[in-house]
């Protein structure tokens, strides 16, 4: 496995940051919420659990919250999933290989990755339908990096997660 230079580690950044610049959290589901949520808590737990959330762009979400996260967008609702994924993919391209000991890499191309023994995975889809195009296109990008740099599971991942359904937006309409 070769390292991705500081170039190809920038350009996909960048494309993160301009294709999601403007998405914000709402009624998402938030990141201490999916902690109660793990563990069938109460309505009150949820409303404590939001509080400690107080980011509303992505681009706050602190590096140290998304580490100790790794699972929670298995639990995210399609509106936190999309305020959340452009936060763990910049920080998967950041991390993925500085053995930080969080799994949180190996989680993000998991939860882009459509699960092959069902003919529709109707809740990960569901969760890929509120991308617009741009989005998917840099969502490709960054699986393709994940492919050629990253451990053998998540490029086992991320070479899934473009054959079955990513792939088809790296290319641009026009080109």
């Not at 882009?112 to 023994?117: G, I, S």
């Not at 492919?147 to 053998?152: K, L, N, T, Y």
Request: aromatic share 12%; charged share 30%; hydrophobic share 35%.
């Amino acid at each position: 496995m070769r390292p991705p230079s500081d170039i190809e580690r920038r350009r996909v950044i960048d494309g993160i940051e301009q294709a999601f610049g403007n998405v914000r959290r709402g009624e998402g589901t938030t990141l201490h919420e999916t902690e109660v949520l793990d563990d069938y808590g109460s309505d009150q737990e949820l409303a404590a659990a939001r509080a400690l959330d107080i980011d509303t762009r992505w681009q706050d979400v602190a590096d140290e919250l998304i580490a100790e996260h790794s699972g929670a967008l298995c639990f995210v609702d399609p509106a936190g999933f999309r305020y959340y994924i452009p936060a763990y993919m910049r920080w998967t391209v950041k991390y993925f290989d500085a053995g930080t000991g969080s799994e949180s890499a190996l989680h993000t191309v998991f939860v882009l990755t459509p699960n092959r023994r069902f003919q529709e995975d109707g809740a990960k889809l569901e969760r890929f339908r509120v991308f617009s195009r741009d989005e998917s296109r840099v969502i490709c990008e960054f699986l393709r990096l994940m492919a050629e740099h990253a451990d053998f599971s998540t490029q086992v991942l991320a070479t899934n997660a473009l054959e079955d359904y990513w792939g088809r937006f790296c290319q641009d309409p026009s080109e």
